[in-house]
């Protein structure tokens, strides 16, 4: 099975920093196809999650610039710039290359 | 405006089955590319991917559930359904159904992602 590390847990920050979530997988995730299907979701408290990033890199629609998808074969990284208060949760970084998995989440919380 | 809603009995006795359905509307299981996942979230922990069902009833299930789960679909009436056999108490937790389709933003290829969840049926074991 795939296992998708994520790193830090969570991850205390100041509204308009910067933070940094890394997922790392057990097998790379490049596909046959040359295409890697790592996905990044936020579930906001209370709510379901929510994409906001697909093939590593590419915003979903509606996601604002400031979230950054980046990495290749097993390290991967999202970025966010000057977060904002909607920002706030938990993020998941998702593999579809081998059978799905999630990681085990980074919960974002104000500092 | 595509919806997805979970349904399931709320609680059930341990070793009993599991039986949910996701009924959606927006979409049909019938078009081709278009998936339906079932995911899974225990209280205060984190997403479970389950098993997929797809639009020619190819079907996926997580390796350490698989001799539990079995997914299934009605197109016609719009629902996917998903059934979990010997339940005990490390199943208990809100189970999300989402879709899953080709998104295409007219610069990257196509590529199918969890576009839409539901709201998630809250499911308890306990004696």
């Known amino acids: 099975d795939v296992v998708l590390t994520q790193t830090p847990v969570s991850l205390s920050v100041t509204l308009g920093d910067q933070a940094s979530i890394s997922c790392r997988s057990s097998q790379s995730l490049e596909y046959s196809d040359g295409y890697t299907y790592l996905e990044w979701y936020l579930q906001k408290p209370g709510q379901s999650p929510q994409l906001l990033i697909y093939g590593v890199s590419n915003r979903f629609s509606g996601v604002p610039d400031r979230f950054i998808g980046s990495g290749s074969g097993t390290d991967f990284t999202l970025k966010i710039s000057r977060v904002e208060p909607e920002d706030l949760g938990v993020y998941y970084c998702f593999q579809a290359t081998h059978e799905n998995t999630f990681g085990a989440g980074t919960k974002l919380e104000l500092k | 405006q595509v919806t997805l809603k979970e349904s399931g009995p709320g609680i059930l006795q341990p070793s009993q089955t599991l039986s949910l359905t996701c009924s959606f509307s927006g979409f049909s299981l019938s078009t081709s590319g278009i998936c339906v996942s079932w995911i899974r979230q225990p209280s205060g922990k984190g997403l479970e991917w389950l098993a997929t069902i797809c639009w020619e009833d190819s079907k996926g299930y997580n390796p350490s559930l698989k001799n539990r789960l079995t997914i299934s679909k009605d197109t016609s009436n719009n629902q996917a359904f998903l059934k979990i056999t010997s339940v005990d108490t490390a199943d208990t937790a809100i189970y999300y159904c989402?879709?899953?389709?080709?998104?295409?933003?007219?610069?990257?290829?196509?590529?199918?992602?969890?576009?839409?969840w539901g709201q998630g049926a809250s499911v308890t074991v306990s004696s």
């Open positions: 989402a879709r899953r389709a080709e998104y295409y933003d007219g610069y990257y290829p196509p590529m199918e992602v969890m576009d839409a």
